[in-house]
């Protein structure tokens, strides 16, 4: 790597912004509020040389700086800044930027398809596996760490993590809830198709029961959000009476209950 300061002007700007086609591998999507207040800080004179970098890839590609890049273009100003070249393109994930990167985009980066449900599911995941009764807000770092341990149980079903949704069931929460059941050692196909069959109202008697339990709480609870463990914990009782054979003719699940009892 070298780092020099240079004077980066719009055309210069604009070449790098080119030749990272739109958003690198590495790139967030762009803030236009980030960006405003960039360009707003440029035309009032406040662009000062504090020691921040704009890093390029080996390939060209913008690892740091892109919302700075874009004000200058928007600005038609140019700035002095240290520019860092030759950046290899895994120092994406060490860097903090103006915008707080979130979970889902350093997931993408990790080429993880589906990373925004994979990131979230990775918290409900949690949940389940330490049997606690709430979700706990992760550090990026913890997520990652989630996912490269149990990464196996969350791929699969990632892409089809949507069919609850009708009943008020949060995506990442449903990808949670089949991940925790392979854990468990149900078998992937045994979980898709039970969701499946939910889905597209092909009930037996548990899921009849989880139907109604769902759509009460959810009329019940008006616009807010299920409680994640009660949600979670119904859903993951219906399934397991099913995969044995055993029918209630209530169902119902307390805050005392194991998720696996």
């Not at 604009?14 to 086609?21: F, I």
Request: hydrophobic share 40%; with cysteine.
């Amino acid at each position: 790597m070298k780092a020099i300061i240079i004077i980066i002007t719009p055309e210069q700007a604009k070449r790098w912004l080119e030749k990272n086609n739109g958003g690198g591998r590495g790139n967030r999507n762009v803030s236009q509020r980030q960006v405003n207040f960039l360009t707003e800080s440029i035309l009032r004179g406040q662009w000062v040389l504090n020691g921040e970098t704009i890093k390029i890839g080996k390939d060209g590609s913008i690892i740091d700086g892109q919302h700075r890049l874009l004000a200058v273009v928007r600005a038609n100003r140019s700035i002095e800044s240290l520019v860092v070249f030759d950046c290899e393109p895994e120092t994406y994930n060490t860097i903090d930027k103006g915008r707080a990167r979130t979970a889902g985009e350093t997931f993408r980066n990790l080429d993880v398809k589906n990373w925004n449900a994979i990131a979230a599911a990775t918290c409900v995941l949690k949940m389940l596996l330490s049997n606690t009764k709430s979700v706990t807000a992760l550090s990026t770092d913890e997520r990652v760490a989630i996912y490269q341990e149990h990464g196996s149980l969350l791929n699969p079903f990632s892409g089809c993590a949507k069919r609850l949704l009708p009943w008020g069931v949060n995506p990442s929460v449903e990808l949670g809830i089949m991940a925790f059941l392979s854990h468990a050692g149900y078998a992937n196909d045994s979980i898709n198709d039970w969701f499946k069959s939910f889905a597209d109202d092909r009930h037996d008697a548990n899921q009849r029961l989880l139907n109604r339990a769902l759509r009460n709480e959810k009329a019940a609870m008006g616009s807010r959000s299920f409680n994640s463990w009660w949600v979670a914990g119904i859903i993951i009782k219906a399934f397991r009476l099913s995969a044995s054979g055993l029918e209630l003719k209530q169902l119902r699940f307390g805050f005392e209950e194991n998720y696996l009892n």
